[in-house]
């Protein structure tokens, strides 16, 4: 690989990076080059406009997060309860790698983008909503299982569930980043949403 | 009241309304003067910076919020988990009226201004800490006094659950403003997540 496709990777982590650490509407595109240290020229070359850059950031985030759920999902453990465990486990990983690199937790890269462009880019917003609908999705499917083997009380329904999981993982990671708390507190804060839905006798031994 | 005190307030209500239906940063003072019918020397005879206009935006939305609140809470019921479903209600019922005006779910004026502020402006970030904790003491103050109405299983921590509660309504909003869903799902969304830490013979009765 040459130098032309570094420029583009370049490109889209130094767009990550700073997306994060302020927000993409604070960024310029003349921000972004001399962070990524590239010519505005080469810029537009491998993406068209901002939009297109946003695009790709969030691709980039939603590769790596695709990763560490299936990761965690794989190796988490016998039940479906102890692999939906790990799994908000991974997602809290995340945050606190975001806090150890930028010195605080930054927010969700997806949900940033979906509260700030939702209303100004529908066609950003519908990639947005497709990235968190896939990670109800991948929630669901553990909920689900968990279903075939009695883990839930009565009543409890696993897409339901998965719903509030994915709502409250939004809601948990932009109240740490507004309130300045620690990254630490978001998997526990996971946690107890799923154990409370659990039959008392699963609760006990997971 | 005459007509400065008049314009102070147009400019409030327009910026209140342009944050909401795009975004703080896509707003500019110029949209916002020219939004408010008000020159933009006079903008800044009463914003010294866009930061105080949106610090006057928040307390717009909080003063508003508060009363909702409160009034739920006063009416709700005759108990602590009716008063609690009554404010969850209150919450859905700003999403639906902003829904109704804007025609769309344009998300919470709180959690919105967090996601794009939090890391950029830590003053601005401090008050909108200030008011979503605000939220969840008002909300444990019930789920407390349902603990003394035993209405929650063994086990369930009030604090926690209106710690959970203010998560949730975050990552609802955020999650039916990226989807454009209807802003009638977000009320139902809150009462699952109480009625699921309810012992089962209030769950019957509520």
């Known amino acids: ?84 465990f790990a799994m908000a486990d991974a997602i809290g990983a995340i945050q606190t790698e975001f806090e150890q690199r930028h010195g605080r937790v930054v927010g969700c890269p997806f949900g940033n983008l979906a509260a700030e462009l939702s209303t100004i880019n529908p066609e950003l917003s519908d990639h947005l909503a497709q990235v968190l609908g896939e990670i109800e999705r991948r929630l669901a499917v553990v909920c689900r299982a968990a279903v075939d083997e009695g883990a839930w009380r009565p009543g409890v329904d696993p897409d339901q569930l998965a719903r509030s999981l994915n709502a409250l993982i939004q809601g948990t990671i932009l109240l740490a980043k ?19 839905h659990l039959k008392d006798d699963v609760a006990a031994v997971v």
Chains 1, 2 share one sequence.
């Open 178 to 196: 507004v309130n300045g708390s620690c990254a630490a507190s978001i998997g526990p804060a996971l946690h107890s949403l799923v154990a409370n």
């Open 1 to 84: 690989m040459g130098r032309v496709s570094d420029a583009g990777e370049r490109i889209v982590r130094a767009a990550a990076r700073l997306f994060l650490t302020r927000s993409c509407q604070d960024v310029s595109i003349d921000d972004i080059c001399a962070a990524a240290d590239v010519r505005k020229g080469s810029f537009y070359h491998y993406f068209p406009s901002k939009a297109d850059l946003v695009k790709a950031v969030v691709d980039l985030h939603a590769s790596a997060l695709w990763d560490a759920m299936d990761s965690a999902r794989d190796t988490g453990g016998e039940t479906a309860v102890r692999r939906l």
